[in-house]
């Protein structure tokens, strides 16, 4: 059974920086795809960025040039560097996991991001 921890949330000002991490226990973790996926309150859960095995990465346009997603097999970890944050970046942050071309998601808790104005 696949397992996500998240971690590395918090508070922060508008302009700072977090990374937050996942870690993945139960999978073949250097053949899956993880995706980071947030949560405001009272919006649908969106797809923030996304890693393939191969290392390929895609982001919400929202994110481009402020978010930067990473992987390290070794570790079984990824990763979501968040810089020049928003308010509008506060939302809970899931980590996902699936195996392509399987739909299935594998998710973590969640971590709570705030960004104050």
């Known amino acids: 059974q696949v397992r996500l921890v998240e971690s590395g949330g918090g508070l922060v000002q508008a302009g700072g920086s977090l990374r937050l991490s996942c870690a993945v226990s139960?999978?073949?973790?250097?053949?899956?795809?993880l995706d980071w996926y947030r949560q405001a309150p009272g919006k649908q859960r969106e797809l923030v960025a996304t890693i393939t095995s191969g290392g390929t990465t895609n982001y919400a346009d929202s994110v481009k040039g402020r978010f930067t997603i990473s992987r390290d097999n070794a570790k079984n970890t990824a990763y979501l560097q968040m810089n020049s944050l928003k308010p509008e970046d506060t939302a809970v942050y899931y980590c996902?996991?699936?195996?392509?071309?399987?739909?299935?998601?594998?998710w973590g808790q969640g971590t709570q991001v705030t960004v104050s104005s």
């Open positions: 996902g996991h699936r195996f392509p071309p399987s739909d299935y998601i594998s």
């Open positions: 139960g999978s073949i973790f250097r053949l899956s795809t």
